[in-house]
């Protein structure tokens, strides 16, 4: 009857380890369920940061050949202006070529025309 008395309360001390076993392999699972959703709402979040990553480089891919094309327009333009510029310059040369050329015309006129005057008036003195 020890034995027996033995073996029970070994059987009630076995029985209690089963029950606080089960409870914390119910709590571990509950805890594993738990952390299994937090990983998968993780790897939603990866998920949509790897898309919003995608999205900034493709952005960035296409700002940066909008940059290049801007740095191209501007080169041309730069070119186009400094050719305005020069030709501007080389036109206002030939503006003041041709004032010049327009006074020693005129210089010439005058000296025709007072040489003229001089004519007439020996012409009226001495006929």
Known sequence: EQKLDELSRKLGVQEAELKRGLERAELAESKLKGIEEELETVGENMKQLEKSAEKALE?????????????????????????????????NQRIDDIEDEIYREKLKVK??????DDTFDDMITNY
């Not at 094309?69 to 305005?84: D, P």
Request: aromatic residues 10%; neutral net charge.
């Open 59 to 91: 952005r960035e891919e296409k700002l940066v050949e909008k940059i290049f094309s801007l740095q191209g327009k501007y080169k041309v333009t730069e070119a186009r202006f400094e050719y305005g510029e020069m030709n501007i310059t080389k036109l």
């Open 111 to 116: 000296k025709c025309s007072d040489e003229l």
